[in-house]
């Protein structure tokens, strides 16, 4: 009988175009937007580490606080709260530095821009990104319905839903799209996206403008919406960290589906489909052979 030819060799990838030249630019100007947004962001929540609720807050009961408090022996322990849970977060909020001279401090130096304390460095850096990242949102949610990219790439189907308990299990099990399934985004990823796109990050900016008091003059409905200057800075907090929570379970997953493959077509726009198939061993095609 004659051998399988151990040599074979695989099958070249299907390449295909998943980013156009506009998604590609966003993309990356968004990543520095975001960092800035988010560092200087810590930055101006620095300055008074606490978060309220309502048109009149009580500001001696604050719904979140970051803060320290001196222990017996005189050091400082950081302290957060919530409500009436209370944490105890040194090393990580409230303070910053060595044991032998610790700083109350919300946000760690490392996570903030500038990393001084520098309350109107930090306010310049937000509003220079924030007036970036919003006309850039604007124009990229305009253009994926005008182009039908919202339609054709971002819409569930029926038949997705109907499949959606195996989608969750493989995204648990890290068992990726292979093949012309990889072709396009699968459930979790369309959702995942909408609620980003058209959910969050327009929450993002629209309580960032809700906290200016010329923006307030001039769209009064704004204080209306949001219940105040004070819920919308809460609710301008609570909606950044979800970006942030969206960002590193997103990385995490270009990490292990394939780094440099996802890499590429964010760059390049040309993505590679897994095959459907991982190529037989040697020993594989071996023991077929001798059936």
Known sequence: MRLLDDTRKAPRPTVIKRHSAFTRLWHWINVVCLAILLMSGLQIFNAHPALYWGKDSTFEAPALSIGAE?????????????GDLRVDTTGVLGVSGPSTDRERRAFPAWATLPGPRWLAMGRQWHFLAGW??????AAYLLYLVASGQLRRRLLPRRREWRQVGTTVTDHLRLRFPRGEEARHY?????????VVLFVVAPLVVLTGLTMSPTMDAAWPWLLDLFGGRQSARTLHFLAAAALLA???????????????NNLRSMITGRYALPPDHALPTKKETRDDASH
């Open 246 to 260: 969206f960002f590193v379970v997103h990385i995490l997953l270009v990490l292990v589906s394939g780094l440099g």
């Open 186 to 194: 699968n459930l979790l990823q369309k959702l995942a996206y909408l």
């Open 70 to 82: 001196r222990d017996e022996d005189g050091s400082l322990r950081g302290i957060t709260r919530i």
């Open 132 to 137: 970036v990242f919003a006309p850039l949102l």
